[in-house]
């Protein structure tokens, strides 16, 4: 897991510009420490492991392997936040309703002539 965890961080952190010293201004310890950790020689805190995780703007699920995705957008992660608060029955209606547009958009996609 360790490795999976510092490769998470070299691909988020090289995606942003920044070097390892860069980030580890911005969570307040060193650029070796950071080599460290995408080495996977050692693993941070939970602590350092959130810190990394924001100044990268990724999930630290992302970090830790259990999410592909990245979510970047802010905004995005609150509405999923709020989504999770809502109703089974809502959040199934809204899902369906997304579940449509999607569909859509991929169809119409696949129509459209380059």
Known sequence: MS??????????????????????????????????YERGDMMPSVEFATKIADALEVSLDFLVGKSTQTVKDKSMLARLEDIATLPKTKRLELFNVLDAYIRDFKTSKSYATK
Do not use: H, W, Y
Not at 14 to 31: F, M, N, P, V
């Open 3 to 36: 490795k999976d965890f510092g490769n998470k961080v070299m691909q988020a952190r090289k995606e942003k510009d920044l070097s390892r010293e860069e980030l580890a201004k911005l969570i307040g310890t060193s650029g070796p420490i950071i080599g460290r």
